[in-house]
């Protein structure tokens, strides 16, 4: 056998452990009864282990080594050992022991945090969140990168991408978008009642059914279930699912949640199978995904013409919610803007703010070394700054969200990234398409065709920057993105 064949089948069997975890990790997401917890937890940790051992192995990193020295493989394979070599390296240089104990710290803080977050009580919480930074930070300096601590994890999650970048990018937002916002806000605009109405959940499920079609989501391919958490799986592009949940009290949920996570699993579905045996298949980095999901979310299905085709469906499926609600009311209250605390609540346009609080704690914390102690004045400030709301809670301030426990720090970004992405994206496509006609005709597999064409089929094989700079002709430009919001949102507030 050869290195690279030795290292095609190693990297087979590391994929067959991935798919048997990534299925038991569907199944206890979606229907796995209460009652399975334990003997999945005991079985799925004995595979991991089995995993992580043979990727970790001598075998493995002296195959890896060999081939990286080899001039004589083609591109695809140089830049499919070159991922493979980067993801070991983030983890090969760790004792196992201080990885095994990192592992646990991490279990225990997402319970320390659920109840932190449950009785508001940021104290209980501190000294675990010290640890999972400290710890951050050593795993970090074990990599041997001359980088800052913020910048190896801002890379982690969006290669090419960090403070610098990223300071220009927030820079922007503080600048250009916040007064905005803030005039959106005081635009006096009266609130659609009809959003806190009763919509029945069978109808809701027929309605994402019907959006499973108008999108052209293979069902062949695919499989639609329910979670208490939307979110989008696959294992290769002919398995790619996705959830949704249904709330009586907020139909918006199941309708904007669906078509966002539509959008990633579209994606999924249109990387090019021949990448499957590859680190190269899947989509390239967090940022572009989100580009999918928020395109599909906010461009599409957040536009107006999207709902002059699909208004009179809905409103047949809700004659009593609907029954007083015209098409102009129901694009407001879509698009409704408002001041909240809670990030996964916010509206298109206020959300970056919320990512902009994270990026410039997170920069404090791991940049400017802040005290604990001070964080959540900091935080509160900036909510302060931004939204104009005065934070009475830490449950709806700094503890809300799940990732520092999770120890994902430098994630955030990578969500007002897609975001600003999408809106480049949209102004590329716009060259080739009418996409107003597109939609009105009904017409999304050509939307469909133009993504994967120009995004989806390539993978992993472009890097983000690639993806950009080929799609729109120039490198990436946070400028698309305030003109998208403003372009949108005045007609509707400040028109
Ligand atoms: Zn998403």
Redesign the pocket.
Known sequence: MTNLEKFQALEHKLQAYQYVLNVVSWDSATEAPKGAFERRADMQSLISQEAFELWTSDEYRDVLDALRNDDSLSELDQKNVEKAHKALSKVSHIPSDEYAAYEKLLALAQRTWEDAKANDDYDSFKDTLGKIIETQRKLIAYRGESKAPYDVLLDDYEEGMNMEKYDAFFDAIRQDLVPFVQKVLASGVQKPAFIDRHFPKAAQKAFVEYLNDVFAYDLDKGLLKESVHPFTWNTHPSDVRYTVRYLEDFVFSSIFAGI??LG?ATYEMGVDESLTPTRLKGGTSMGI??SQ?RFYENVIGRSKAFWEVHYPKLKSLFPEALKDVDLDTFYLGINWVEQSFIRVEADELTYPLHILIRYECERAIFNDGIALDDLPDLWNQKVKDYLNLTVEKDTDGLLQDVHWSGGAFGYFPTYALGSAYAAQIYYAMQKDLDLDAVILANDIPKINAWLKENIHQYGKTKSPEEIIRDVTGEDFDVQYYIRYLKEKYTPLYLG
């Open positions: 966002h996570e990633h995904h989100e999901s």
